[in-house]
């Protein structure tokens, strides 16, 4: 990808997500080696609230279209709640106001799970909330892959 070019092919996909997948194992190596002082309700709480905002009531409202369009909320929700930019503004605000802590890895353990295992990254609005291939996506990366993109 680059300035001109905003989409990924599979190689460098698959090699965004390996970055993701180093990032999740440091944060979690951290996390495992500090166990005995990781205070759990923290731990889960900051696991679970970037979902239980950014994720539930999207897919909620996804189901409930029934094909129809989710509402932009439900992305804008989404695409705020996995920013890294959130993430360290509450990693940050936890640190100043409680302490810093073990616990608090439980954030990127999410983000870099998402995007390293998962390979969910942030949610234009232009595809459907929960992962469909868009047929004009899927017609236009099998014209990458046949190297039409490269003639001149």
């Known amino acids: 990808m680059d300035a001109a070019n905003r989409f990924e092919s599979t190689v460098t996909y698959r090699l965004l997500r390996a970055e993701y997948c180093v990032g999740l194992a440091i944060s979690a190596g951290l996390f495992l080696a500090h166990l005995d002082e990781v205070r759990w309700p923290v731990a889960i709480a900051m696991f679970a609230y970037i979902d239980l905002i950014g994720y539930l009531p999207g897919a909620i409202a996804h189901r409930r279209a029934r094909g129809g369009a989710t509402p932009r909320v439900y992305y804008v929700l989404y695409n705020t709640m996995h920013s890294w930019l959130t993430a360290g503004a509450v990693v940050a605000l936890w640190s100043w106001l409680v302490r810093p802590e073990w616990a ?45 993109g490269s003639r001149r």
């Open 104 to 148: 608090l890895l439980a954030v990127p353990i999410h983000l870099c799970g998402d995007r390293g295992l998962l390979g969910n990254f942030l949610k234009p609005f232009s595809v459907p909330f929960e992962p469909a291939p868009h047929p004009a996506f899927t017609a236009f990366t099998a014209e990458v892959a046949a190297g039409a």
